[in-house]
């Protein structure tokens, strides 16, 4: 059974009954926090609750719950004010559409009821906590970051947490505890820039992808493919700069010396002029080292072969069930 949440984390308030919304309050609740939601739609709500049953049962029919859906459920709530929803949290994460003047009338709200200790995150895809923070008093601006997931989070558990210029420090660290009992993994973004980081290299990706297909390079499925079986899969395991230290013997600095005049004749060709300079290579490879010493290098490479393997097997193994 999933332990009950101590005080210090016992509840959080979600504004907003949509698809993040509810994500996070499976998620909350998975881990034994009350997870109330507030969305001024009534139908907004019922199908909320419903829609969190629903993912908690799919949830337990893969064996990823040690606790019964319902009784998960149970400690998700969904009160018609948000009045009601904020009061007595430790954190309140805003699921609104992406529209700066919607999030920032929300926050002035849940300011006025909220617990001054209350941390207030956005979900923001790409809208920096600054722009939301103009339209809010100082205090109100200090206990705000943007708290922006994977979707849905409570299954890719990386979340960027993103303060502006105005935030306290208090808050990103109570954020980031806060996140990381409900199971999550928090980076925070140091600078903030439109996207953060999870939507800034997803669409790096996404952008020549489509020249790819303009170009008429490969097809949509093929470039899907691609990225199925070969990218993904790896990027399941380790990131790009892990990457391209192991894909190279010698590291990172002797991957750049070999691959980077390729890699900046392509960016070249989409009129971006960013090469890796040896201050930024000797940067990350200073980075690198400090994670990972050379001389483990080849029990690096194993292990993430090991990794793939694990992965490989467990597909083939639901092939197989579907098979049989």
Same mark, same amino acid.
């Given at each position: 059974?999933?332990?009950?949440?101590?005080?210090?984390?016992?509840?959080?308030?979600?504004?907003?009954?949509?698809?993040?919304?509810?994500?996070?309050?499976?998620?909350?609740?998975?881990a034994?926090?009350?997870?109330?939601?507030?969305?001024?739609?009534?139908?907004?709500?019922?199908?909320? %609750?419903?829609?969190?049953?629903?993912?908690? %049962?799919?949830?337990?029919?893969?064996?990823?719950?040690?606790?019964?859906?319902?009784?998960?459920?149970?400690?998700i709530?969904f009160? =018609?004010?948000?009045?009601a929803?904020?009061?007595?949290?430790?954190?309140?994460?805003?699921?609104a559409?992406? %529209?700066?003047?919607? %999030?920032?009338?929300?926050?002035?709200e849940?300011?006025?009821?909220?617990?001054t200790?209350?941390?207030? =995150?956005?979900?923001?895809?790409?809208?920096?906590?600054?722009r939301?923070?103009?339209?809010?008093?100082?205090?109100?601006?200090?206990?705000?970051?943007?708290?922006?997931?994977?979707?849905?989070?409570?299954?890719?558990?990386?979340?960027?947490?993103?303060?502006?210029?105005?935030?306290?420090?208090?808050?990103?660290?109570?954020?980031?505890?806060?996140?990381?009992?409900?199971?999550?993994?928090?980076v925070v973004?140091?600078?903030?820039?439109?996207?953060?980081?999870?939507?800034?290299?997803?669409?790096?990706?996404l952008?020549?992808?489509?020249?790819?297909?303009?170009?008429?390079?490969?097809?949509?499925?093929?470039?899907?493919?691609?990225?199925?079986?070969?990218?993904?899969?790896?990027?399941?395991?380790?990131?790009?700069?892990?990457?391209?230290?192991?894909?190279?013997?010698?590291?990172?600095?002797?991957?750049?010396?070999?691959m980077?005049?390729?890699?900046?004749?392509?960016?070249?060709?989409?009129?971006?002029?960013?090469?890796?300079?040896?201050?930024?290579?000797?940067?990350?490879?200073a980075?690198?080292?400090?994670?990972?010493?050379?001389?483990?290098?080849?029990?690096?490479?194993?292990?993430?072969?090991?990794?793939?393997?694990?992965?490989?097997?467990?597909?083939?193994?639901?092939?197989?069930?579907?098979?049989?």
């Open positions: 059974m999933t332990a009950q949440p101590d005080s210090a984390r016992s509840s959080v308030a979600i504004i907003g009954a949509g698809s993040i919304g509810v994500a996070f309050a499976v998620l909350f609740a998975k034994g926090f009350e997870a109330r939601v507030f969305d001024p739609v009534p139908d907004a709500r019922r199908r909320g %609750k419903k829609d969190a049953l629903d993912r908690l %049962k799919l949830l337990a029919d893969h064996r990823l719950l040690v606790e019964d859906p319902a009784a998960i459920a149970s400690r709530t009160p =018609a004010s948000i009045e929803a904020v009061r007595e949290v430790n954190l309140v994460q805003e699921c559409p992406e %529209k700066v003047e919607l %999030k920032a009338e929300i926050f002035v849940v300011a006025q009821f909220a617990p200790r209350a941390v207030l =995150a956005s979900s923001s895809s790409a809208i920096v906590p600054s939301i923070a103009e339209r809010l008093d100082d205090a109100t601006a200090a206990r705000l970051v943007v708290g922006h997931p994977g979707n849905p989070p409570y299954l890719l558990p990386v979340i960027e947490v993103v303060p502006s210029p105005r935030t306290d420090a208090i808050t990103t660290e109570r954020a980031e505890q806060i996140y990381r009992q409900a199971g999550l993994r928090p973004v140091h600078r903030e820039v439109e996207g953060f980081v999870f939507n800034r290299l997803q669409g790096a990706l952008r020549e992808a489509y020249c790819l297909l303009r170009d008429g390079v490969a097809s949509v499925d093929d470039i899907d493919e691609v990225v199925r079986s070969g990218l993904g899969p790896r990027w399941s395991v380790i990131g790009p700069f892990e990457t391209v230290d192991l894909n190279t013997r010698g590291g990172i600095e002797s991957h750049a010396t070999k980077g005049p390729a890699y900046a004749r392509m960016g070249a060709e989409r009129g971006q002029d960013d090469p890796w300079t040896p201050d930024l290579v000797a940067r990350a490879t980075e690198r080292r400090t994670l990972l010493g050379l001389e483990e290098w080849d029990d690096r490479v194993r292990w993430r072969d090991e990794q793939l393997m694990r992965a490989l097997a467990a597909r083939n193994d639901t092939a197989q069930l579907r098979n049989s």
